[in-house]
Structures are given as C-alpha cells and as structure tokens.
C-alpha cells in the first residue's frame, strides 16, 4: 500500500518561497513506472496540475506553464520524498496542495493535503 | 490548458442514478483514453474511482461506472446511496506542457 505524507508550513508570507515535502513509503521516487505530482486546489482555480518529477534512466521534470518559472521539484532519492518550491508567491497563490503518484495519467494515491495560506 | 466542463451539481433520490458529463476537447479528452474521476468529501483528498475511462480500482464499488463519446466523458452513478454525497471531479492527460487537466466539479446530492 502505497502511502504519501505531506509536510511544510502552512503560512506563507508574500514575496517569499512555499516550500513543501511528501514522503513516500510503499513505492520508490525512483521508480521507472510512477511520476511524482504536486496538485494544488482553491476556490477560484479548482484542481490544477503544478507539475511533476520522475526517473526513466536519468531525472525529468514537467511544470504547468501558469507557474513555469517560479516552480521546482526536486526528488530526494535518500529520504525517498520529493518536494515542491514555488517562489515569489502571491496570495492568489493560497491554496490546499496535495502531492499525488500518477501512473501515465492517474492519480491513485494523494497526499492529506496542506493549506497553505498567502497573507495580503 | 482551459478547465474541463463540468455541471456544477447532480442529484437523485437513493437508490437512483445519477450521471455526470465531463466536455473537453480533442486535445485531451477526445485524444486519449485517460480519463479518470475523483471523489472528494469535505476536508479530505480525492479519491480515484475510475480511471482509463471504464476502469474501476479495486474496492470502488460497481456502481460508479464510466463512458466516452468523442470529446466528452461521463461518470454514472447508480443506485445512489446517502455516502455518494460529495464533489466529483474528472481529469484527462493533455499531453504537452499541461500533462494534466482537472474538471470544473460537481456537488451530487442524495435527496
């Protein structure tokens, strides 16, 4: 069973950067067969799709092009967790995040969620 | 990448179906077969009830069922019972720079 276990604060000041992990047990950030995915929800922008890691003999990333340039994440093969940065956040930035294994295109296993909030 | 089209509520009766339409376009639902839905209760993570457009995981009961017609994915909900109350949610790869398109939402109600 696999299991994803979310972490990082939940307030956030504007200018600076959310920062935010998920450790995985039952599966391995190296797996030649899952992608590693951050999802964030909130009322105006419902889900939306942030990006992705994964390894398929060397490491890839993906980012959606409404936070390209402000995003990374970044697998942690010795803790086996993966993270996610996203930098000079706004409040329209405040939202649940969750991080999510998708195998091609479905999402079977989601983190507990973290709101983070944004201050104007 | 626009959201996916959703109703924003659906609802019925126990024990009646219900079902949900999800529209897109021929860049995502219509150009691949990975189409899935979520159920999401109050304060919790979705949860996947059907994925690759017909599929049910394991433990998801057989009365979620889903379908395709060209660019438009539907989720139905039979025998509806008091604990199918939630948000649903439907996605479909995109391919491109947008891997991943989420639906707008439905609230289904059991009456």
């Known amino acids: 069973q696999v299991q994803l276990q979310q972490s990082g604060p939940g307030l956030v000041k504007p200018s600076q950067t959310l920062s935010l992990t998920c450790a995985i047990s039952?599966?391995?950030?190296?797996?030649?067969?899952?992608?590693w995915n951050w999802i964030r929800q909130s009322p105006s922008r419902g889900l939306e799709w942030l990006g992705r890691?994964?390894?398929?003999?060397?490491?890839?990333?993906d980012y959606a092009v409404s936070v390209k340039g402000r995003i990374s994440i970044n697998p942690d093969t010795s803790k086996n967790q993966f993270s996610l940065h996203l930098n000079s956040v706004t409040p329209e930035d405040t939202a649940v995040y969750y991080c999510?294994?998708?195998?091609?295109?479905?999402?079977?296993?989601w983190g507990q969620g973290t709101l983070v909030t944004v201050p104007s | 990448q626009s959201a996916l089209t959703q109703p924003p509520s659906a609802s019925g009766s126990p024990g009646q179906s219900v079902t949900i339409s999800c529209t897109g376009t021929?860049?995502?639902?219509?150009?691949?077969?990975?189409v899935s839905w979520y159920q999401q209760h109050p304060g919790k993570a979705p949860k996947l009830m059907i994925y690759?457009?017909?599929k049910r995981p394991s433990g998801v009961p057989d009365r979620f069922s889903g379908s395709k017609s060209g660019n438009t994915a539907s989720l139905t909900v039979s025998g509806l019972q008091a604990e199918d109350e939630a948000d649903y949610y439907c996605?479909?790869?995109?391919?491109?720079?947008?891997?991943?398109?989420f639906g707008t939402g439905t609230k289904v109600t059991v009456l």
């Open positions: 999510m294994r998708l195998l091609v295109a479905t999402g079977d296993y």
């Open positions: 039952g599966d391995s950030v190296s797996s030649n067969s899952a992608t």
């Open positions: 890691t994964y390894y398929r003999s060397k490491w890839y990333n």
């Open positions: 021929s860049g995502d639902i219509g150009g691949y077969d990975y």
């Open positions: 690759e457009v017909t």
């Open positions: 996605s479909s790869y995109a391919g491109g720079n947008n891997i991943l398109v």
